[in-house]
């Protein structure tokens, strides 16, 4: 007489969604029917938290995916580390306002929220790997776009200074034209011991006419590393005409290291907010701007389009022939937005295929 078969018991399949906050991660654990498998965990925001979520996650059963709130911030390590360990990784949004208003706010209720995402395909982005070129050039950029934000404050400060100062040290500096000619002219006072309102707005004037010139070499420098980077990832994109160091790296950083999470090009143009937003009402059929995505690719994509525009001959045809058929010119240039996310999204895609060749090689 033969035994019984015993019935097949399928591994759990476990979802984790993770709540990220500076200093630790609140996870909680879902099977495939959105039952919950434990109670919601606290770990620490470091490689050891890392790897305690990780080994709870699968204590349960068979890690199926994870989903992240904030994986371009304090959720930046998490991935990172889960990626690494071959989890498979979602990126969830933020829950709505309106429904936190309704359902209360606490970071167990989040870190749910982002598990009934996943299950509920709500979640389906990749996010960014984070790991690669493209991280070290995000990293330059944003400390080159602080450096030039704070030379302008400089600049205006120290021109907001003279307009106040002393009627001798007023007329004598007035005469500058430039920006340039004027901070080398403050740079050069000598203010002495401080014992009056000339001598203090001269030691003032000093300050931000040295700050400035420290930020603009600074700004040079980073400047040349960005030019350098952004060479050395994407050559084919810094050949495009109107394409220069900062615009490749703002177009570079909204892709990722990852451009493979990119499904179609259309995806691309959404993500830089170029995609266009029906705005039609009755007789009236038209576009609008799309005011969602990443602005600033999308302020790239525009300085592309504004010199093409100046110099570019097709560029300036198309403009003229838009403009002919009844548009405005905002609305071509909204068009034109779209055709060099189109542009870029091909460029792209032939560099995750040369990647591919190269590794398959």
């Known amino acids: 007489m033969?035994?019984?078969r015993m019935p097949r018991v399928e591994p759990v399949r476990v979802v984790v969604g993770v709540d990220t906050h500076k200093d630790a991660h609140v996870a909680r654990a879902k099977d495939g029917l959105g039952r919950s498998l434990d109670e919601p965990r606290v770990f620490p925001a470091t490689r050891k938290g890392y790897a305690q979520l990780l080994e709870w996650a699968r204590s349960l059963g068979e890690l199926d995916t994870v989903g992240i709130e904030g994986t371009g911030s304090y959720g930046a390590g998490l991935a990172r580390y889960l990626a690494a360990s071959g989890v498979t990784l979602l990126e969830v949004v933020r829950p709505n306002r309106q429904r936190r208003r309704r359902n209360g706010k606490s970071d167990p209720a989040d870190a749910d929220a982002a598990a009934s995402a996943v299950l509920s395909g709500e979640a389906s982005g990749t996010p960014k790997r984070g790991d690669g070129a493209v991280e070290a050039i995000r990293a330059l950029r944003v400390a080159r776009s602080t450096a030039v934000k704070a030379r302008t404050q400089a600049i205006n400060?120290?021109?907001?200074l003279l307009v106040t100062a002393p009627a001798e040290?007023?007329?004598?500096?007035e005469g500058e034209l430039s920006s340039a000619h004027l901070v080398a002219a403050c740079?050069?006072?000598?203010?002495g011991r401080v014992t009056d309102p000339v001598s203090a707005t001269k030691a003032a004037l000093v300050?931000?006419?040295r700050r400035y010139q420290d930020l603009t070499e600074e700004a040079q420098t980073l400047g040349t590393e960005l030019d350098r980077l952004t060479e050395?990832?994407?050559p084919k994109l810094?050949?495009?005409?109107?394409?220069?160091p900062d615009v490749a790296a703002a177009l570079l950083i909204a892709a990722g290291d990852n451009p493979e999470r990119l499904r179609s090009e259309a995806a691309f143009s959404m993500l830089c907010g170029s995609s266009p937003v029906e705005a039609s009402s009755g007789k009236v059929t038209r576009h609008r701007l799309n005011r969602a995505g990443d602005r600033q690719a999308n302020a790239a994509l525009y300085r592309v389009v504004l010199v093409r525009l100046r110099w570019h001959e097709p560029t300036k045809a198309y403009l003229a022939r838009r403009v002919a058929e009844g548009k405005s010119k905002k609305e071509a240039i909204r068009c034109l937005k779209r055709y060099v996310a189109r542009e870029v999204f091909r460029v792209l895609q032939?560099?995750?295929?040369?990647v591919a060749d190269a590794e398959a090689a």
């Open 2 to 4: 033969t035994a019984p």
């Open 157 to 160: 400060a120290l021109k907001a």
């Open 169 to 173: 040290l007023r007329e004598r500096l």
């Open 187 to 191: 740079a050069r006072l000598r203010p």
């Open 207 to 209: 300050s931000l006419a």
């Open 232 to 234: 050395l990832a994407a």
């Open 238 to 244: 810094r050949a495009r005409y109107g394409v220069g």
């Open 350 to 354: 032939e560099m995750k295929q040369a």
